[in-house]
């Protein structure tokens, strides 16, 4: 499990054959879920929802951009390779605690 979100995440740094180190933990993290959900449906039809819904959200940040400016929040990048720094560590930050929730869910239900 560990090694196919390690693969997994390292495929998703590379953009135009540059590293862009700093999405890898939110990708491995990603993977650990991707993984928890084909184990748990024992299909990998549900993991491949979840990465097309991930994949859509991520472009839909840049297509919305006009309206975050409005609002105030620049998430303009200079080489459009990747999100700012703050937005990727408050996405780890909701995903670990989503992750959390689910967990401690689950240990009630057991």
Not at 16 to 45: H, K, M, N, W, Y
């Amino acid at each position: 499990m560990l090694i196919s979100t390690f693969v997994f995440a390292a495929f998703h740094v590379i953009v135009d054959q540059s590293l862009t180190l700093e999405r890898f933990p939110a990708t491995f993290l990603l993977g650990l879920v991707l993984c928890g959900i084909r184990l748990s449906s024992g299909s990998i039809f549900p993991g491949i929802v979840m990465h097309a819904l991930s994949n859509g959200l991520l472009l839909s940040l840049k297509e919305l951009d006009p309206v975050f400016q409005f609002v105030g929040l620049n998430l303009t990048v200079e080489n459009e390779s990747s999100l700012p720094a703050w937005f990727l560590a408050t996405s780890v930050l909701i995903s670990c605690m989503g992750a959390g929730v689910v967990w401690a869910g689950r240990k009630r239900g057991d």
